[in-house]
Structure formats: structure tokens, C-alpha cells
């Protein structure tokens, strides 16, 4: 599976630690950066880029998600959600990581660096990266009002217009 990458300063370490882990595990690893530290770096364009080349590869049918770090991973959520088609879900434990793709589907997982230790991240990221969608209705129609809530800035009959 193709991993696409991108954290900040406070994630630096993470993301070493990252980049050797998934390789060794079989996938392919695509890095978005930061490649070195820089106290003062922002975490916008690295987190956007790594969602959207997620959202490139699965719609061009190339199995690939996104993990994106930082100190609280808040921030570095709220950046990958801003792409079309991303679903980033920030977890905080195994639960929460398994649960993000059994229901949501998703396919970006932010996580806060500073929050967990190395081990808690990484089995974070390994959980959601085993864990298939399940596929059930009342989860692919919930998926589906929020991919017609980014399109026509409506759901179709539940009251929401947009404003």
C-alpha cells in the first residue's frame, strides 16, 4: 500500500520513525515533509499535500492512505479535511484508529506527536492501516451525505442548507 506522509516540527521524530517502520512492513512510503527541522514551520501545506495525493492515488485506483502528525494533530486534521474527498479522522487510540476505518472509511489518520509515545502512534497507524471498511449501508450512506454535503453544500432531504 502506498502511506503518504507529512507532520511538522513537533512530529519530526515521528516521521523518521515512520518512514523506516511502513517501509519494513511492505509499503510504499511517500514523504511530504518536513524533511528537516524548523522550529517556526507550518503544518498547512504539508498535511494538504499529503491528502490530496491520497485522494489522487484512490481515485486513480492505487490503494493508498494518509497519516499526518503534529504536536496535538488538530491542526494537521483540520488541514487534510480541507481537501475534497479526504476523510482525516484524528485518533487517540486503538480503538478510535479502528473505528475511523471500520465506520468512516477514512482514509487519512491524524495523530498528535506530542500526545503519545513513539510505540502508541505507531500502533495507531498499524491498526488503521489493517482495519478494512465494513462496508454496511448505514455506513456508506453517511459517507455519501458528507461527499453531497462537500459537492452541493446540501444533504438531500435532512435539513441542511448550506447557509
Not at 45 to 74: H, K, M, P, W, Y
Request: hydrophobic share 40%; net charge negative.
Amino acid at each position: 500500500m502506498r502511506i503518504h506522509i507529512a507532520t511538522d516540527h513537533a512530529g519530526l521524530d515521528l516521521s523518521h520513525h515512520l518512514i523506516t517502520h511502513l517501509r519494513a512492513a511492505g509499503h510504499e512510503v511517500i514523504d511530504h515533509g518536513p524533511q528537516t527541522y524548523a522550529a517556526l514551520d507550518d503544518y498547512p501545506a504539508f498535511c494538504i499535500n499529503a491528502a490530496q495525493a491520497t485522494v489522487d492515488d484512490r481515485e486513480s485506483g492505487v490503494e493508498a492512505l494518509g497519516v499526518v502528525f503534529g504536536g496535538s494533530g488538530n491542526g494537521e486534521q483540520m488541514a487534510a479535511n480541507k481537501v475534497s474527498g479526504a476523510r482525516a479522522a484524528l485518533v487517540w487510540n486503538l480503538s478510535t484508529a479502528r473505528l475511523a476505518r471500520e465506520h468512516n472509511d477514512a482514509n487519512v489518520i491524524s495523530i498528535g506527536a506530542r500526545e503519545h509515545t513513539i510505540a502508541e502512534a505507531t500502533s495507531f497507524i498499524d491498526a488503521f492501516i489493517a482495519e478494512p471498511f465494513s462496508d454496511e449501508e448505514r455506513h456508506t450512506r453517511r459517507i455519501r451525505q458528507l461527499g453531497e454535503y462537500e459537492r452541493t453544500k446540501t444533504i438531500a432531504g435532512k435539513d441542511v442548507d448550506g447557509r
